[in-house]
């Protein structure tokens, strides 16, 4: 168990509807890091949340959009959601700085239909 | 620009003996890290070990060590003594120091399959 939890585990949901991915990075933990896996894409880096800022933007699309609360739990928001959207979408989380270990959450598997 | 390679898309091992995993990296950062996850079929990705540019001792945790070759910008993950439970896709990743967000890039992976 790293200690991120991520919720829903799977979701199940039509084109064009809008879903949120929530995430609760390892206690004491300040970077948030969002990733898509999927088959024709492998591994990317969506964005990253560094104590309630964004830090980076990686390859994520308009229609995506996230924020880290000040509790520090983030969430992914996907919206106008396309068939090519089906993917794994993982949270890690890291200490004081980012610069430390991603540690990942068990993913939510997102199944567009 | 950052990039990792895996050119091991499948692999298969007898349990109980060891295996190397193979991965190269290329990056114009003089300082970055590198990372193996395990990723078993139920999804999730296990941080295995980590090796940074300037660790002048490869890195070991338990069964798992880093063959670091800086020279030859390879980085091979080493399983000693494979158990059936490490059958699973492995990946190799890549974060740059210089780069604030400390992303990680990773490679295309390497799918083990250990036989009884």
């Known amino acids: 168990d790293s200690g991120v939890t991520q919720t829903p585990k799977h979701l199940i949901t039509a084109t064009g509807q809008r879903v949120t991915l929530r995430c609760s990075p390892r206690?004491?933990?300040?970077?948030v890091y969002w990733y898509q896996q999927s088959l024709d894409q492998g591994l990317q880096f969506l964005i990253q949340?560094?104590?309630?800022?964004?830090?980076a933007k990686g390859n994520i699309l308009e229609r995506f959009s996230a924020q880290q609360f000040p509790d520090l739990h983030s969430e992914l928001n996907l919206s106008s959601l396309e068939l090519g959207d089906s993917a794994l979408y993982f949270c890690a989380s890291s200490g004081t700085g980012g610069g430390g270990t991603q540690y990942f959450g068990p993913g939510t598997r997102l199944l567009v239909l | 620009a950052q990039k990792i390679t895996q050119t091991q898309p499948g692999m298969f091992v007898q349990e109980k003996e060891a295996v190397t995993l193979d991965c190269t990296y290329d990056t114009s950062d003089p300082s970055y890290g590198l990372f193996w996850y395990k990723q078993p079929s139920s999804g999730e990705m296990i941080f295995l070990i980590y090796q940074g540019s300037y660790d002048q001792q490869n890195a070991t945790e338990g069964r798992y060590s880093l063959n670091f070759q800086k020279a030859r910008k390879s980085a091979n993950l080493v399983i000693s003594a494979s158990q059936l439970g490490d059958s699973a896709m492995y990946f190799c990743a890549m974060r740059g120091m210089m780069d604030s967000s400390y992303k990680l890039i990773f490679g295309s992976g390497t799918r083990l399959l250990v036989r009884p």
């Open positions: 949340y560094y104590n309630g800022e964004e830090r």
């Open positions: 206690s004491g933990d300040l970077s």
